[in-house]
């Protein structure tokens, strides 16, 4: 198989996946019992909204279940979320009053922005205690790490988080080392921001006026930091860096939420580099290496690690659903108002929109990740290709 | 109809049989736990499930109070001032106890003196209860306004501790009405045997209602590992059938099912259990209506005799029959009629509606008269002889030799039969399965849900590996049907690293549980669930880290234990380790 047949092939599975991710969670969506038309008007819903042509009054609860579509049979209602779906409308969201494609697009970026930098923690980390404790083979460290790594596997992860926020947010204002979460004013004191994703007090000092990030920009905060233009702070004092000081804030602020996640997700990682290596270890071009008289460390990390890494590469799919997956805890806790505190909160309130377009657009970037790792393997490895 | 004494030599050798086995397996044991023991961590894993294990199940024995205590009572909706209690461990407010004395109503009844009370108390009967107290030295004395008082205004009775008497000025002071009166209590009834002197309640601290946290970890071990194993459980065999049809058949149905568990792959499955907890909030019990309780053991049974009689007896001569497809399906079509008639007659043929126990009498007769009818039916169409089947029927039910029904098949019919006993009750024309399906069964039934496509992807696997080898073509080959090989020949072969799943799969359960439970989706408010204990403690925990240390520690290790515990039997069924 060529490697672009491969591609088209994957790609037209990923059609039915996603019709069934539609149908699967509307079917939740719609089962469940309580009324998203009487949650929405709350104890308004016997006032009078309108009259019908009748004359017969229009009361709030009937109106919102007219609005939202209830009183067509569910087979209707499927075909028109569809239909909208296809169309590019995404649904109305009955909890922040907004379209649903606002607001995944507002959230997902935060969610993305979190995992990745979670990834960017575990990656190294576990792939590096992995290669050590491989060597190591049934030495001290090696048991050690395992441990460790099994450990972090079974922390919860919000537990964990909390823990964090105990050791690196407490408040120190008598330190005087200024405290780095607080890199305007110093006033704050304390380490690590707890919560949040940037400072409500990063006002500028004559005014007092928030700097804001761009309305229109990615929504990745730390690229926005560096297109802030405005004027204004071009008048802060030198010291403070502008833009610096914008990246350098959103950068504190996902430090706990990151290494929380990250550290969380390296135990299984060290593992599988871990057994691995020690599979490649035990080939016999690896012996040739040793034979031909290299260095040790050249062995394990020119040899032995290259080969050792293509299952590795996919992990890389699955871990990326792993951390949005952990990312409902991790942002519920550090007050990230992320794809998964957004799926907790339209959950509680029965925002069926949202729930739907949510669970859509995570499993939509869980099976494209899946999609370029495997399309990376079959590059980096071509057998792949031929089954 | 043979006698006990004509069986004498089929006892015997079902004995021998049984014996060989147990030892077989005995020494199996031996060796794993050998290959097991090499690890100290595996070692150190199972120590901890067991001791886990063991603390839930003399939670309320170790415990100093039961975790559901109801402390509505204690607070004073007109105390402006009142401030919760979250005693630090070890503190010496451990055995301090704070109690409201109605000064109004101890004015009505002319009463100058009051009994030191614990608070109400649920026993394990779930009755209320107060336990006296032995006051040793009265701490502090409030007004419900939360203005301080002079303790020395009550004093203690000096023949008996736990009587506390109200001085005149305070009796006769009208303007106070409610006050509320700290002492240090000294009291065996309260004093738990392993704890030390002066830490009656507070070892790990008390939370914002005063209720004693040690207990309340305690308990939480009942309700994460009851959630682990069960769900564990039925995932794994879900998973398994789910995943040994696919594998084993391959082609459409396989590709079918793999995707839908792309599917589920594809949702995180925290959003998806949420959604799913949610949708089931209205739930208050699991009923199943009772056709579908009476055909699942039917359509099994159907399957089981369907495939037996066409191994046993040739079928293929019905096909030729103009009502070739009518005849075949005759049993089909008179186990639906017997069916409706049975249905639709309950309540009045048996009047006992409301009594399960006939209700599976009923079933179970339903079932038999059916396995009758097909294995009649055969008979008919071919008009063959019936002699044969009294033959088998009165050997397949062989009385004298008790021993043959000591397979695990056997057990197994009888274990499920009991267990559906224990949980069903009954409404009107429905089978109750579960009756009270309170949050924490809607947890489980969503990490259920959510929960076997791993174990079918997993399954599938092995059983794709398995099949290629050389005993199953060989099965094949004498006419095994497709359930016979799929159950006896080829799982027993693919179970290894079921178990290591299994086993890790607890230790996963009990995290995803205290998840859903910290995000407010779990179990009910005031239950002693580790993660919801957490998430009640984060209004507070950066003053009072202890809220949240000890039940988050509590999940982690008993994860820990589990995951460990897999560990080991990962090395243990390892190929490469077996020796």
Not at chain 1, 244 to 271: E, M, N, Q, Y
Request: negative net charge; glycine residues 8%.
């Amino acid at each position: 198989m060529k490697l672009h047949e491969f591609v088209v092939r994957r790609l037209l599975l990923l059609i039915p996946v996603l019709v069934g991710v539609t149908v699967l969670t509307f079917t939740i969506s719609h089962l469940i019992p309580a009324d998203a038309a009487a949650a929405q008007c709350g104890d308004k819903c016997g006032i009078v909204t309108g009259y019908t042509e009748d004359g017969d009054p229009i009361s709030a609860y009937e109106a919102n279940r007219e609005r939202m579509g209830m009183n067509e049979p569910l087979t209707t209602q499927f075909r028109l979320y569809v239909t909208h779906l296809l169309h590019g409308d995404w649904g109305e969201s009955s909890t922040y009053h907004r379209p649903v494609a606002d607001v995944v697009k507002d959230a997902a970026p935060i969610t993305l922005e979190m995992s990745f930098f979670a990834l960017l923690i575990a990656y190294p980390l576990g792939i590096t205690l992995g290669i050590i404790s491989a060597v190591r083979q049934d030495r001290m460290f090696d048991h050690i790490s395992r441990f460790f790594a099994i450990a972090f596997v079974s922390l919860p992860i919000f537990w964990f988080a909390m823990v964090l926020q105990l050791l690196f947010a407490t408040q120190a204002p008598e330190s005087g080392v200024g405290g780095i979460c607080d890199p305007l004013f110093g006033t704050n004191g304390g380490c690590f921001p707890i919560y949040g994703r940037h400072d409500p007090s990063l006002t500028y000092p004559e005014d007092g006026f928030a700097f804001l990030y761009p309305a229109g920009g990615t929504g990745f905060h730390l690229i926005d930091s560096w297109f802030v233009t405005d004027g204004k702070l071009a008048t802060l004092p030198a010291e403070f860096g502008s833009n610096w000081l914008l990246f350098k804030d959103t950068l504190l602020h996902l430090a706990l939420p990151c290494a929380c996640l990250g550290i969380a997700s390296s135990g299984s990682l060290l593992r599988y580099m871990r057994a691995s290596l020690l599979e490649v270890l035990h080939e016999d071009y690896v012996r040739t290496a040793r034979a031909k008289g290299l260095s040790e460390f050249r062995v394990v990390i020119v040899h032995a690690c290259r080969n050792a890494l293509v299952p590795i590469v996919t992990i890389l799919g699955f871990s990326i659903g792993g951390a949005i997956g952990g990312a409902v805890l991790t942002e519920t806790i550090f007050a990230f108002n992320g794809m998964g505190r957004v799926a907790v909160k339209s959950i509680q309130y029965l925002d069926f929109p949202v729930i739907m377009g949510v669970t859509l657009i995570t499993a939509a970037i869980f099976l494209l990740s899946n999609l370029v790792v495997d399309i990376l393997y079959a590059i980096i490895d071509p057998r792949v290709r031929l089954e | 109809m043979r006698g006990w004494d004509e069986g004498e030599e089929d006892r015997k050798e079902s004995l021998k049989r049984l014996l060989e086995a147990l030892s077989q397996s005995r020494s199996d044991i031996s060796r794993s736990w050998r290959i097991y023991r090499r690890s100290l961590l595996a070692v150190v894993g199972l120590l901890l499930v067991m001791s886990v294990v063991t603390i839930s199940i003399l939670a309320s024995r170790i415990a100093v109070e039961h975790p559901y205590r109801n402390l509505q009572d204690t607070e004073d909706l007109w105390s402006i001032d009142y401030e919760p209690r979250r005693a630090h461990p070890f503190s010496e407010e451990c055995d301090w106890h704070e109690q409201s004395i109605s000064l109004t109503q101890q004015r009505r009844n002319e009463m100058v003196t009051v009994v030191a009370e614990s608070d109400d108390k649920v026993g394990d009967d779930n009755r209320y209860y107060r336990d006296t107290l032995s006051v040793i030295e009265l701490v502090h004395l409030e007004d419900n306004l939360g203005y301080d008082l002079d303790a020395s205004l009550i004093s203690i009775d000096p023949n008996n501790s736990s009587i506390l008497v109200l001085s005149p000025e305070l009796y006769d002071n009208m303007s106070l009405t409610t006050i509320w009166l700290t002492y240090e209590f000294d009291n065996d009834a309260m004093h738990v045997w392993w704890m030390p002197d002066g830490y009656e309640r507070c070892i790990f601290g008390t939370n914002d209602q005063g209720q004693d946290m040690f207990s309340k970890v305690l308990y939480g071990s009942r309700v994460s590992l009851k959630i682990g194993i069960t769900v564990a459980m039925l995932t794994v065999t879900i998973g398994t059938i789910v995943g040994s049809v696919s594998g084993y058949f391959g082609g459409r149905v396989d590709e079918v099912i793999m995707r839908i568990c792309d599917v589920f792959f594809a949702i995180p499955g925290l959003i998806l259990a949420m959604a799913f907890v949610t949708a089931m909030s209205a739930m208050t019990s699991l009923t199943m209506p009772i056709w579908l309780g009476v055909l699942i053991p039917m359509l099994f049974l159907f399957v089981t005799f369907r495939s037996y009689l066409n191994s046993t007896i040739a079928g293929d001569q019905l096909s030729d029959q103009v009502m070739g497809s009518l005849m075949r399906n005759r049993n089909l079509f008179l186990g639906l009629f017997v069916f409706f008639f049975f249905v639709s007659l309950w309540p009045d043929l048996f009047g006992t509606s409301d009594s399960r126990s006939w209700r599976i009498a009923a079933a179970m007769g339903v079932i038999l008269l059916l396995g009758v009818i097909t294995l009649a039916d055969k008979r008919f169409i071919e008009k063959t002889s019936f002699d044969g089947v009294g033959e088998r029927v009165s050997k397949s039910l062989d009385w004298t030799n008790p021993w043959r029904y000591l397979t695990l098949r056997t057990v197994a019919v009888f274990v499920a039969i009991v267990v559906l006993y224990r949980f069903s009750g009954s409404t009107g024309g429905e089978i109750v399965v579960i009756k009270d399906f309170d949050r924490l069964w809607q947890i489980q039934a969503a990490l259920i849900f959510t929960g076997w496509p791993g174990y079918a992807r997993l399954i599938r696997g092995q059983v794709l590996y398995v099949k290629e080898m050389t005993f199953v073509e060989a099965a094949r080959s004498v006419g095994a049907p497709s359930g016979r090989i799929m159950f006896r020949h080829i799982l027993p072969n693919a179970w290894a690293p079921l178990l290591v799943a299994f086993t890790l799969d607890i230790g996963g359960t009990i995290l995803s549980a205290s998840g859903l439970s910290f995000i407010g989706l779990g179990a009910a408010p005031g239950t002693a669930e580790w993660g919801l204990l957490v998430s009640e403690s984060r209004r507070y925990f950066v003053n009072d880290p202890h809220l949240m240390l000890y039940p988050g520690l509590a999940i982690a290790v008993t994860t820990l234990g589990f995951n460990l515990l897999g560990d080991g039997i990962r090395d243990v069924v390892d190929p490469k380790n077996r020796r």
